[in-house]
């Protein structure tokens, strides 16, 4: 009974890391059809109207802060630290630092509350 107890919640945080991860992810690919969109509008922004996104103003009481997230080690959780999280930093001032390592390892991580 126990361990299935400390079954249902690792799992449960796993699924909740995962949910926040691929948010994480959408946020950054809204961010980046924020600024495809506004380009196709004003094919020549200048530099001030290019500053002042919807993304750049809702982040602007979080410029400077770091969001900590981990994955697993898959091709998804690569290209949003790759590439989605230095656009979603470029864009909104937010830091955003993805620990990817194996799922014994985030179990692990997990288990000891960190």
Same mark, same amino acid.
């Given at each position: 009974? &126990? ?11 796993? +699924?909740?890391l #995962? ?5 994480? %992810?959408?946020?950054?690919?809204l961010a980046a059809?924020q600024?495809?969109?506004d380009?196709? &509008?004003?094919p020549a922004p200048?530099?001030?109207?290019a500053?002042?996104? +919807?993304?750049? #103003? ?5 410029v %400077?802060s ?10 998804p959780s690569?290209?949003v630290?790759?590439v989605?999280?230095?656009?979603f930093?470029?864009e ?8 990817i ?6 179990e ?7």
């Amino acid at each position: 009974m &126990v361990e299935t107890i400390k079954c249902r919640r690792r799992h449960s945080s796993l +699924f909740r890391l #995962r949910q926040n991860v691929w948010l994480l %992810g959408l946020l950054v690919v809204l961010a980046a059809c924020q600024g495809a969109a506004d380009a196709a &509008v004003n094919p020549a922004p200048n530099a001030a109207s290019a500053q002042d996104s +919807f993304w750049t #103003r809702a982040a602007a009481p979080y410029v %400077g802060s770091t969001l900590y997230g981990i994955s697993e080690d898959s091709p998804p959780s690569l290209y949003v630290r790759d590439v989605l999280a230095p656009h979603f930093a470029a864009e909104t001032g937010i830091d955003v630092q993805l620990h990817i390592s194996t799922i014994d390892k985030i179990e692990q991580i997990i288990e000891n509350g960190g």
